[in-house]
């Protein structure tokens, strides 16, 4: 069996199966690895983005535009959270308390929300956008509880069905 070492693994093992990632966790791994740095140690990547990547049950916070943080304790307190940005151009972020470079936020916009997420850090890291497989103009969640599921789902280390990330740039 392959695995992989980290310092967030399955308990008391010390490394997670290469078996037990899903199919988004291997797609972004592939992404995060495919830097233009050749001399980075694929060890060392490997490592880096596991020891980022979510647990289960980490704390989230909320922050809407320049109100102060909220625990958020459930996917329905972040759709209604969500819910609360009324307005065009209202915008909120949900980050883990524990790991504040794994986040997401989303803006109202026309036909409902977007939703973007950290880009793998770096000096060159930009956000990357989600949006529905195949199609990278269809990016909007028609209601607060598509996109607060996205949200959520992201912070817990997946994507919901269907979805895929777009990397944003300067020109976004």
Same mark, same amino acid.
């Given at each position: 069996?392959?695995?992989?070492?980290?310092?967030?693994?399955?308990?008391?093992?010390?490394?997670?199966?290469?078996?037990?990632?899903?199919?988004?966790?291997?797609?972004?791994?592939?992404?995060?690895?495919?830097?233009?740095?050749?001399?980075?140690?694929?060890?060392?990547?490997?490592?880096?983005?596991?020891?980022?990547?979510?647990? +289960?049950?980490?704390?989230?916070?909320?922050?809407?535009?320049?109100? %102060?943080? =909220? !625990?958020?304790?459930?996917?329905?307190?972040?759709?209604?959270?969500?819910?609360?940005?009324?307005?065009?151009?209202?915008?909120?972020?949900a980050d883990l308390a524990a790991l504040p470079e794994v986040w997401c936020q989303t803006m109202r916009v026309d036909g409902g929300y977007i939703v973007e997420v950290n880009g793998v850090p770096g000096p060159e890291c930009f956000a990357r956008r989600v949006? +529905?497989?195949?199609?990278?103009?269809?990016?909007?969640?028609?209601? %607060?509880? =598509? !996109?607060?599921?996205?949200?959520?789902?992201?912070?817990?280390?997946?994507?919901?069905?269907?979805?895929?990330?777009?990397?944003?740039?300067?020109?976004?």
């Amino acid at each position: 069996m392959t695995t992989i070492t980290t310092d967030a693994p399955a308990p008391g093992t010390g490394t997670v199966p290469v078996e037990d990632l899903d199919l988004e966790t291997m797609l972004e791994l592939d992404d995060a690895l495919s830097g233009d740095d050749a001399s980075a140690g694929l060890g060392e990547e490997v490592e880096r983005w596991l020891r980022a990547r979510p647990q +289960r049950g980490a704390h989230i916070r909320w922050k809407r535009s320049s109100v %102060a943080r =909220d !625990a958020v304790r459930t996917r329905a307190q972040l759709q209604a959270k969500v819910a609360t940005l009324s307005v065009k151009g209202q915008f909120g972020v949900a980050d883990l308390a524990a790991l504040p470079e794994v986040w997401c936020q989303t803006m109202r916009v026309d036909g409902g929300y977007i939703v973007e997420v950290n880009g793998v850090p770096g000096p060159e890291c930009f956000a990357r956008r989600v949006h +529905r497989d195949g199609d990278s103009e269809d990016d909007i969640f028609p209601t %607060a509880q =598509d !996109a607060g599921t996205a949200m959520w789902k992201w912070l817990h280390g997946t994507l919901p069905a269907g979805m895929v990330l777009r990397q944003l740039s300067e020109e976004d």
